[in-house]
């Protein structure tokens, strides 16, 4: 389904085409500007994030009353999830990276291994899910740097009878008709996927899973139909269960390498955490630039770093200074430099990061194994 359809803009999670118009979307699905919670982080002595400062992480529902809670001293959590149908990628550092902000400012982590998903919607087998979800998803997120100790991952099919009650009690409470206005064509593996997602951010607001009823869910805009249908159950079930509606952010998506969305099923589009040293720096070299067709065109007219997926990988991840980050945006722009310049400048970068990277995965490989349980089929 394209995000645009038959003049009403939708979005579907689970689609792998790239998103674009970002403002029309926040206009219609009521998605709030970042910058309207700053003050609050000040009052919480939390400082912007680099991804706030750099306009990735852009919007926001309700994170002021969440960050109103924390100001009062009130348990705030942050919860996401990832789905173990292949090896983790840049895109999935992105998350992790905000998971990692949040909680060195007070946020209890939880980390969903959608493994139940990845065996419905994607066919995953079982076995091949857990391997994946511990050794790609976990043990990643520990080597870049999320505290283990204050952070609980469960693997779905592994959560308890009150967080399965809850899939049950949602399917009451929802149309198919609604389902197919917030999701597009949908089938009976997508209905139980979306409650399964409804339960994940929802349930740890039961006294079950800490009680938490300050929680807020960090996505890319493409995963916002989760957020809708979470909001809408939390409203229904308000006085039954005292749910809460969840709070979120939005990021932008980082493109691909070849300029749509990135994806662990297109390995090309991508730079994954574990690629040998050979691999990344092919697949960077290869990237699509926003460079002209000659180097006398690009030293005459400039390159476009905004188009450009290279300039891509420096603003989200590789270079952390703003200062070098505008030297190389504008250089690019007055053509002071060529593409392959730019690229081996980035490629050092790279190659420095996954090193170290890729040495504290090891460690926290066995670590990952230790820390989480298992489904045991």
């Known amino acids: 389904m394209d995000p645009v359809r ?10 792998s085409k790239a998103i674009k118009d970002y403002r029309r ?36 529902r309700d994170l002021d009353k969440v ?41 209890k982590v939880f980390v969903v291994i959608a493994d139940a998903e990845a065996y419905s919607v994607r066919k995953i087998g079982r076995e091949e899910a857990i391997r994946i979800g511990i050794e790609e998803y976990i043990a990643n997120m520990i080597a870049l740097g999320l505290d283990p100790k204050e952070t609980t991952f469960y693997f779905q ?50 006294e079950e899973y800490g009680g938490y009823k300050w929680v807020v869910v960090p996505v890319g805009i493409d995963q916002d139909p989760h957020i809708r249908l979470s909001r809408d159950l939390a409203d229904r079930l308000s006085r039954d269960l005292k749910l809460v509606r969840p709070a979120s952010t939005y990021h932008k998506l980082q493109r691909g390498l070849d300029g749509d969305k990135m994806s662990s099923s297109r390995p090309d589009s991508t730079i994954f955490l574990t690629d040998p040293p050979e691999i990344a720096r092919s697949k960077l070299m290869k990237a699509l630039t926003g460079g002209r067709a000659t180097a006398e065109e690009q030293r005459r007219l400039g390159g476009v770093p905004e188009e450009c997926t290279k300039f891509d990988m ?38 420095k990061f996954l090193e170290e990277h890729q040495k504290k995965l090891e460690k926290a490989k066995d670590l990952a194994w230790k820390i989480v349980e298992a489904p045991s089929f």
């Open 25 to 60: 979307l926040m206009e219609t699905f009521g998605i709030r500007r970042i910058e309207e919670i700053y003050p609050l982080l000040e009052k919480n002595g939390m400082p912007k994030s680099l991804h706030m400062v750099r306009g990735i992480v852009f919007g926001q």
């Open 314 to 351: 420096d603003l989200y991840h590789l270079l952390t200074s703003n200062e070098e980050l505008s030297r190389i945006y504008n250089d690019c722009r007055g053509g002071k430099i060529l593409c392959g310049e730019c690229k081996l400048y980035s490629w050092r970068k790279l190659e």
């Open 6 to 15: 038959e003049g009403q803009v939708a979005i579907d999670p689970w689609s």
């Open 157 to 206: 099919t592994n959560r308890g009878t009150a967080y399965y009650r809850l899939i049950q009690l949602f399917s009451g409470k929802v149309t198919m008709s609604e389902m197919e206005a917030i999701y597009g064509e949908v089938n009976p593996a997508k209905v139980v996927s979306a409650l399964t997602q409804a339960a994940d951010i929802l349930h740890i607001q039961l």
């Open 67 to 107: 960050l109103e809670a924390k100001a009062r001293g009130e348990n705030v959590a942050i919860l996401t999830g990832f789905m173990p149908s292949g090896r983790f990628h840049f895109g999935h550092k992105l998350t992790v990276d905000q998971l990692i902000y949040f909680q060195r400012n007070g946020f």
